[in-house]
């Protein structure tokens, strides 16, 4: 099949990015052709390109389709894309404006759809003008709004991950050794991280930090193994999460505490960004006694065992890749 990612980038370490990223190596693996259409690329692309993914940054045309490869070492080629997969208003309305005729499915990975002010709208409103064929939902949260808000019917996938990539990479110690915050939404002096430096400290633990604000890192699978707690939001907590750590939801939405078996059936439904199910309702900053308390009664290896199931469940890279290929054949028929 012949597949047409579309994001807003392909140059930044973000959710989407390495949402696409991961998509698209296991389409490659399973001997798809892929080609990934962004205005901006750069680090993702490049990471792409690398694996048999032809990177663009212009559209040109509707049958056949011309594309402007990322790389001066690939020859400009004309071919007709099969399905596209994509995700943020722009870069759908592009794909449905130059490709009319190709099945598209459109990932909504957020509910912050416009300014509430001015109307301005932002990446994660959905297309209402033009036909998207299937809408994803990564939550019931999600689901929801574009159900009651729109009108606009879709299917929930959640985020999915590389598990083997991200596989747990050892036994829980006696104690938490090492904290690691994944985030790129807060930087060192924020209340955010305070509260986690007093978890560090009660703990004696070393604290590690990733993210636009702290370290930028492209392999936090690998960094993933020095650590025994995660903390962080949305795809972030849940590459802790997926690597058998303990994961702590916590961030600018609130803090929705540990992931257990019992919390993951409620966290889920809003993506594990720390908001709570019912719209509008953002909790609050949970303090470093009560965090602790969840962390304690968490510290146990069936636990994370049983995590590690409801990851092979429900955020398997190989079961969501070959959901979304179920979907592209019917679209095509």
């Known amino acids: 099949m012949k597949i047409l990612l579309g994001n807003n980038s ?10 696409m990223l991961t998509l698209a190596t296991e389409l490659r693996r399973l001997g798809h052709e892929v080609t990934a259409y962004s205005p901006l690329l750069g680090l993702i692309a490049t990471k792409l390109e690398a694996i048999g993914v032809r990177c663009i940054n212009e559209l040109e045309g509707d049958n056949p389709t011309q594309a402007r490869p990322f790389s ?20 759908t309305r592009t794909i449905r404006k130059k490709l009319a005729n190709i099945p598209i499915i459109a990932i909504c990975h957020g509910i912050l759809h416009s300014h509430p002010e001015t109307g301005e709208i932002f990446p994660e409103h959905p297309v209402t003008d033009m036909k998207v064929d299937q809408y994803i939902s990564v939550s019931e949260e999600i689901q929801s709004m574009l159900k009651n808000k729109y009108g606009i019917e879709s299917i929930v996938m959640r985020n999915l ?24 939404y807060w930087g060192v002096d924020d209340e955010i991280n305070q509260i ?34 995660v903390f962080g939001m949305g795809r972030s ?25 019992e919390s993951y059936e409620t ?20 303090p470093a006694e009560e965090i602790i308390k969840q962390i304690d009664a968490a510290w146990k290896p069936e636990i994370v065992s049983a ?23 019917k679209l095509i028929k």
């Open 267 to 286: 966290l889920k439904k809003t993506n594990f960004s720390g908001r709570s199910i019912e719209e509008g309702i953002i909790n609050n900053l949970l």
């Open 196 to 229: 986690i430096k007093d978890v560090a400290k009660h703990y004696g633990a070393r604290l590690m930090a990733v993210g636009a604000n702290f370290v930028p890192a492209s392999e936090v699978h690998e960094i993933l193994k020095e650590a025994d707690i």
């Open 237 to 261: 907590v849940m590459e802790g999460f997926c690597a058998g750590k303990i994961a702590v939801v916590h961030g600018r939405w609130g803090t929705g505490g540990v992931i257990t078996p």
């Open 161 to 184: 991950f590389d598990l083997e990539k991200f596989a747990p990479s050892g036994a829980l110690p006696e104690k938490p050794k090492s904290i690691l915050i994944n985030s790129n």
């Open 307 to 329: 995590n590690i199931e409801l990851a092979k469940q429900n955020h398997d890279v190989k079961v969501i890749a070959a959901q979304f290929l179920d979907i592209a054949n």
């Open 10 to 19: 392909f140059s930044y370490l973000a959710g989407s990015e390495t949402y």
């Open 72 to 91: 001066p070492i690939l020859q400009e080629s004309e071919g007709q894309f099969d399905v596209a997969i994509c995700a943020h208003y722009e870069i």
